[in-house]
């Protein structure tokens, strides 16, 4: 297990895919590298659960319990889900509770009052081969939450035509 004031972290045994790392404050001289490969949770250090394999755990009382999940379900691609209660962000935008969103490496992941970790791995941009077609653009579905307001004014259409133009 490595340890440090900030971090503990006891990478996982089994691996499918080779590591890619989640870079803690890359821009300082004491960046962490934590590697994993098919799974990483970050979640609030708790006693107990300093041995737990596969989860990084930050000592910081604004991470939640269980903060986020990043997943590789192949071995170019990784997914972040916030299940957080003070949410994580991906390069400054807050994310969608429980929607994962697909992230690459370079992307900046932000939790807790002041914790960035930077994703490193090695990405391959999709090809026309891999979508079947040369379209280029493949979608991408996903859950989002929308509010509407809808309002109307009583007599709008008679009141715009009676009023003067600088009105």
Known sequence: ???????????????????WYLVSEPESAGARRFPFSDRLEVGRLRDGHEDQSGVLMVKDQTVSRQHCVLTRPTEDRCYVRDTSRNGTW????????????????????????????????D???PTTDDAGDDIGTMSIT??????????????????????????
């Not at 297990?1 to 996982?12: G, K, Q, V």
């Open 1 to 19: 297990m490595t340890e440090d004031p900030t971090y503990l972290y006891n990478p996982p045994v089994a691996a499918t895919h080779p590591p």
């Open 90 to 121: 991906l390069d400054g935008r807050r994310l969608v509770p429980n929607i994962e969103v697909e992230v690459r490496p370079g992307q900046v992941i932000s939790l807790g009052k002041a914790h960035r970790f930077v994703l490193e791995g």
């Open 123 to 125: 990405s391959r941009e």
């Open 142 to 167: 996903a859950m989002s939450m929308t509010t509407v307001l809808v309002g109307d004014i009583h007599d709008y259409t008679g009141y715009v035509q009676k009023a003067p133009s600088e009105q």
